[in-house]
């Protein structure tokens, strides 16, 4: 349900809720909030509700403006696993200056104009993901291990696969917050598990991949357990992964996806520092199925880009190098941008490839590109790029890593 700002109110003083987390997220995409009271609702409605911005990983910068937080009235959800009375409830953000003008490192922000941009050309884009993370038992004082909980494999079952109960917790918590997982299961780590999303519009796709990560976080606390979402936690065992699935449909009906998957490929090398953000990202690349080759295919599981279809009639391709720790809104915004691009300048698709780009020989990998090998690479590249600077502020750029 998409709340008014009225209706906001009448639901907080209707449903006993005792406290409003005002949510927004830094550059990375972590998830940060603040809790208000009741009486605070409408001042935050009206004037927004103060923060140190300086104190924020990312915008902290001693001479950072004092920013406000604006919630959004349509992200209203209930934390289903907060007790029932006395509920609290959240809303995602905008961040402002004190005259109203969005924070130019809000990525929330950054993605909605990447939406109007592609409006303006009567194109849209829908996102779907697919996001695996490991449960670790947690020692005797309640610390994180690098203990799986289990010893399972691909869609093992129980008893082996210990992780079946607390998965169903998560999709029954996701419901109540009416988000839609579509299936969940095992995967090839031990101890590592996957649930899948529907697809839905940008913004509320990256709304979503931030709940997540959340609710994850939430249950695996509640059962005495860690969840890990980094890039690969055990050297030896499958990294986590965070596929997108990727949909855009052209108002006039239009097959705009051949020159929307050009676009990308055309960009990936410059966007990769944000869709894996970590030098332990790069460790993950190039193994068990993760992609190191800028390539598509059509059902195989080694490309970068994917349509797991023979069908020459698709609606959606997957792209498989992000990792769970990138920012959700900048990865879309990015994608959508470089997907217009492609359209814009008409680029054509390579061919596509049915190698399996893992296990080639060396000579069959020669006309393939790299992505960067490691972080630093990749900042390099982002750092040079016209089409990254044209779409994110100058911030931005001190904020990635080397």
């Known amino acids: 349900m998409k ?32 809790a208000i009271n009741p009486s605070l609702l409408s001042q935050a409605f009206e004037k927004g509700i103060h923060l140190d911005a300086s104190a924020v990983p990312g915008f902290d910068d001693e001479l950072c403006p004092d ?32 005259d109203g003008t969005p924070f130019e490192l809000d ?9 109007e941009a592609a409006g303006a050309k009567n194109i849209s884009v829908d996102f779907g993901c697919e996001i695996t993370f490991y449960l670790f038992q947690r020692d005797d004082q309640g610390f994180p291990t690098k203990t799986p909980l289990d010893s399972a494999g691909y869609m093992d079952t129980s008893p082996e696969d210990r992780g079946e109960n607390i998965r169903r917790e998560i999709c029954l918590t996701l419901d109540e917050m009416e988000i839609q997982a579509l299936s969940s299961r095992h995967e090839e780590g031990p ?11 940008a913004v509320t796709a990256a709304d979503n991949a931030v709940n997540f990560t959340n609710v994850v976080q939430a249950v695996a606390v509640q059962n005495g357990l860690c969840a890990d979402f980094s890039p690969k936690p055990l050297p030896e065992e499958s990294g986590n992964s965070f596929h997108i699935l990727i949909s855009p449909k052209s108002s ?70 992000p990792d769970p ?77 080397e």
Not at 191 to 201: C, R, T, V
Not at 264 to 285: C, G, K
């Open 107 to 115: 990525s929330r922000v950054i993605l909605e104009k990447a939406v």
């Open 252 to 321: 006039d009906g239009q097959d705009i996806i051949p020159g929307f998957m050009a676009g990308i490929l055309d960009h990936i090398e410059e966007m990769t520092a944000f869709f894996n953000p970590l030098a332990e990202s790069y460790l993950r690349l190039g193994h068990r199925k993760a992609p190191k080759y800028i390539s598509w295919g059509r059902s195989n599981r080694t490309t970068l880009l994917q349509i797991q279809s023979k069908d020459m009639d698709i609606s959606e391709f997957i792209l498989c190098s």
């Open 67 to 98: 920013l406000y937080l604006f919630p959004i009235p349509s992200t209203l959800t209930t934390l289903p696993w907060r007790s029932a009375h006395g509920k609290v409830v959240r809303m995602f953000c905008h961040l402002c200056y004190e």
């Open 3 to 34: 709340y008014t700002e009225e209706e906001v109110m009448e639901y907080v003083e209707q449903e006993d809720v005792r406290f409003i987390r005002l949510a927004f997220c830094d550059p990375t995409g972590r998830q940060r909030n603040m």
């Open 325 to 401: 720790m990138a920012n959700p809104y900048l990865t879309y915004a990015l994608l959508i941008y470089a997907g217009l691009d492609g359209l814009e300048r008409e680029l054509q698709l390579p061919d596509e490839t049915s190698l399996n780009l893992l296990y080639a020989p060396p000579d069959m990998l020669e006309s393939y590109t790299e992505l960067p090998g490691k972080l630093n690479d990749a900042v390099k590249a982002a750092r040079s790029s016209a089409f990254i600077q044209g779409i994110l502020p100058e911030r931005f750029f001190e904020e990635l890593g």
């Open 191 to 201: 101890g590592q598990n996957e649930i899948d999303f529907a697809g839905s519009d």
